[in-house]
């Protein structure tokens, strides 16, 4: 009895590490944060994914979101659809302290 719960113990363990190493992995391009993943083919989505990791500062990063978008956009009206607005900046954590702004 003592070793079934020893094996549980480390089972939940270890699946409960698998969920934290998860939360704090590098950021995934899904259809619930990026605006046109539906208008996007696989290659391009693995593209995009790719190339929003790269990015080290946030004017880069917010200059390529915003053709990102209107490329979407465009697509979206060519097939007659609505795409959501008001999504998160993706880019805001390349942004300098606030105390370093000016």
């Known amino acids: 009895m003592r070793a079934r719960a020893?094996?549980?113990?480390?089972?939940?363990?270890?699946?409960?590490?698998?969920?934290?190493?998860?939360?704090?992995?590098?950021?995934?391009?899904?259809e619930g944060n990026t605006r046109g993943w539906?208008?996007?083919?696989?290659?391009?989505?693995?593209?995009?994914q790719a190339k929003m990791r790269s990015?080290?500062?946030y004017e880069d990063c917010h200059a390529y979101q915003q053709a990102h978008h209107r490329l979407m956009q465009e697509r979206?009206?060519?097939a007659g659809l609505a795409l959501p607005e008001?999504?998160?900046?993706?880019?805001a954590h390349l942004r300098p302290?606030?105390?370093t702004r000016e």
């Open 6 to 30: 020893h094996v549980l113990a480390i089972i939940l363990m270890v699946s409960g590490c698998g969920g934290l190493a998860q939360a704090g992995g590098p950021w995934r391009a899904n």
């Open 86 to 91: 008001n999504g998160r900046d993706i880019c």
């Open 76 to 78: 979206a009206e060519q």
């Open 97 to 99: 302290p606030a105390a």
């Open 55 to 57: 990015f080290d500062n």
């Open 38 to 48: 539906m208008l996007m083919t696989p290659k391009e989505r693995i593209e995009h």
